[in-house]
C-alpha cells in the first residue's frame, strides 16, 4: 500500500484496513473509506471477496490528479474448476471506472471480465484475477466483487470422466445446483459432484464410497443426458445394503450393483446425506482393479469378481499357453508374511480358466517376479510352498486366461518355517541333519541355529533338540 501526493492543492490520505494483495496511489486529496480483500475458508472453497467502499476522490472539481487502486491474486488448478463472478461498482463518479478480469497468466487470455454475473469452466492452469479502480475526477465510488470457485465436475454438464479404480475429492465447495437429485435423500438437492462412466463389458459393476469421511448418496441415470427429471435416476442408495459395508463406516458410506451394457454411459452423482459435505472416496469397479490400489490378503479365501476388471500388469513370459502371455482382467492384493515359512496359494474352485502369479515387494514391476501358475487345479492355478521371509511385503495378482473372466476365491495356505527343516525341502529327515553338520563344520553363518551372532556348540546343540522334536 502507498499513495503518492501529486500536483493538486490537497493532500493524499489513505485509511484503510486489511489491505493484503491492495496497491493504491493517489495523485490528489482523497480517503479510501475501507478496502479489503478476504479469503473465505480454504482454496477448497475458494471464496474471494473484495470490496471497495465509501472511496471519496478530491475536494472540489479543479483538484488535478488520479487515483488508483488495483487488487491482484494468483491461484494454480490442478484440475478443471468452476469459476463464478458477482460484481460491480457504482456511486458519483464523473470519469473513469472499474475493471474486473480473470485471466490465463501463461496465455493472457481472459476467461471473463466484469462487471456483472459471469461464469466460467476453466481447465487446469495458472491464473489471476485482477480489480481496478481508476479515476480522474471528483466523486465517490463503491464497488464490490465476489469470486468464487467450486468443482470442476459440480454440475452435470461437466461430469467428470471415469473408468475402473478410484477418485477422491472434496463437495465442500459443491453447490447443490438443482441438476440432478437422488430420491432416497432429504433434502434431494444436497452439495454433490458428478462422473460419466462408460462400461467397457457387459455385467454388473460395484459402486461404492467406501473411504469417504461424511454419510454419502449415491444416484446413477441411466443416460449421458443431463436432467433434474427423476425418471431417468435407475439406482439410488443412502446407506450400503448388508454384505457391501466397508469396515465401521455402517450408515455413513453408499453402495449399489450396477447392471451395465458395453459401451453405455452412465451418470453418477455423488452428494452428501441432508446437506452433509466433505471429502469422498468413490469406488468404481473392483477396488482392487489396479495395481496401486491393492489390498490386503488374508489366510484363507479371499472373494473376487473379475468381470468388469481392466487388465494393467505386465506380460508373463513364464507362463505362456497357446501364446497367451498376459493376465487379463487382473485384480491384486498385498500379504505380510508373518514369518519365515511357505505360502501356497491357488484359485481352485473358481468358475473360470484363471491365472495367477506372486511378486516380491509392494509392488508389481516384472523384476519383482517370483512365481506364476495358469493350470493346476483343472483350470485353475496353483502356486505351492514359496518361501518367504518374516516382514516381507509380497503382492499377488489374479484374472483370467484370455478374455475369461468370472468370481471366485484367491485361496491363502500359509506354514511357519520349521527350525529343524535346515535346508527348506519341506521334510525334516536326515539330509537336514547332514546339511547342518555341514555348515557347521564350515562355520557358515547360517550355522548360527540360535541367532545369537556365535557359531558355537550351543547352536549344535540347539540344532540336535529341534531335530529329535521333528521340528
Not at 35 to 43: E, F, G, L, V, Y
Not at 158 to 182: E, H, M
Request: net charge negative; aromatic share 12%; glycine share 10%.
Amino acid at each position: 500500500m502507498n499513495a503518492q501526493a501529486g500536483d493538486g492543492s490537497g493532500t493524499s490520505s489513505i485509511t484503510a484496513s486489511n489491505n493484503n494483495a491492495w496497491n493504491q496511489q493517489a495523485s490528489k486529496s482523497w480517503s479510501s473509506g475501507n478496502n479489503s480483500m478476504r479469503q473465505i475458508s480454504s482454496m477448497s472453497t475458494s471464496v474471494l471477496d473484495c470490496t471497495m467502499n465509501g472511496s471519496n476522490f478530491a475536494n472540489s472539481d479543479g483538484e488535478a490528479g488520479r487515483i488508483w487502486s488495483r487488487y491482484r491474486v494468483e491461484f494454480s488448478a490442478s484440475e478443471p474448476m468452476d469459476v463464478y463472478f458477482d460484481g460491480g461498482y457504482g456511486g458519483t463518479i464523473f470519469s473513469g471506472g472499474a475493471t474486473f478480469r480473470l485471466y490465463n497468466r501463461n496465455t493472457n487470455a481472459t476467461v471473463f471480465g466484469g462487471p456483472g454475473n459471469s461464469f466460467a469452466h476453466i481447465p487446469a492452469g495458472q491464473y489471476a484475477y485482477v480489480q481496478e479502480i481508476d479515476t480522474f475526477s471528483r466523486g465517490q465510488l463503491d464497488s464490490n466483487a465476489t469470486v468464487t470457485f467450486r468443482p470442476g465436475n459440480d454440475t452435470c454438464q461437466y461430469a467428470k470422466p471415469v473408468s475402473n479404480g478410484s477418485y477422491t475429492g472434496s463437495t465442500f465447495a459443491a453447490s447443490g445446483s438443482a441438476d440432478g437429485v437422488a430420491a432416497c435423500n432429504s433434502p434431494a438437492f444436497s452439495p454433490a459432484v458428478w462422473f460419466s462412466y462408460t462400461a467397457p463389458m457387459t455385467g454388473n459393476i460395484k459402486i461404492t464410497t467406501c473411504g469417504s469421511t461424511f454419510d454419502t448418496v449415491l444416484a446413477v441415470f441411466n443416460n449421458s443426458t443431463c436432467g433434474n427429471n427423476i425418471n431417468n435416476m435407475i439406482l439410488c442408495n443412502d446407506d450400503a445394503p448388508s454384505g457391501m459395508t466397508c469396515g465401521n463406516q455402517v450408515n455413513q458410506e453408499s453402495a449399489m450393483m450396477l447392471p451395465v451394457t458395453s459401451g453405455t454411459t452412465h451418470l453418477i452423482r455423488l452428494g452428501g446425506y441432508d446437506g452433509a459435505v466433505g471429502n469422498y472416496r468413490l469406488n468404481v469397479g473392483p477396488v482392487n482393479d489396479r495395481c496401486d490400489n491393492m489390498i490386503p490378503a488374508v489366510i484363507g479365501a479371499n472373494a473376487f469378481d473379475n468381470t468388469m476388471a481392466d487388465t494393467d500388469g505386465a506380460v508373463l513370459n513364464s507362463c505362456v499357453v497357446n501364446n497367451q502371455n498376459q493376465v487379463g482382467g487382473d485384480l491384486w492384493w498385498s500379504f505380510i508374511a508373518p514369518s519365515n515359512g511357505q505360502l501356497t496359494l491357488d484359485t481352485c474352485g473358481s468358475s473360470f480358466d484363471t491365472k495367477l502369479a506372486i511378486y516380491s515387494s509392494y509392488s508389481c514391476g516384472a523384476s519383482n517376479f517370483l512365481a506364476c501358475s495358469d493350470d493346476a487345479c483343472g483350470l485353475q492355478s496353483r502356486i505351492q510352498n514359496v518361501q518367504v521371509n518374516a516382514g516381507q511385503y509380497y503382492t499377488i495378482r489374479v484374472g483370467g486366461y484370455g478374455t475369461a473372466r468370472g468370481t471366485g476365491n484367491l485361496n491363502l495356505a500359509f506354514t511357519p518355517a520349521c527350525p529343524a527343516g535346515f535346508n527348506q525341502d519341506s521334510v525334516v529327515d536326515f539330509f537336514d541333519y547332514l546339511d547342518f553338520v555341514a555348515a557347521f563344520s564350515s562355520n557358515s553363518p547360517g550355522a548360527d541355529f540360535n541367532a545369537d551372532t556365535v557359531t558355537d556348540f550351543f547352536d549344535y546343540l540347539d540344532f540336535v533338540a529341534a531335530f529329535s522334536s521333528g521340528c
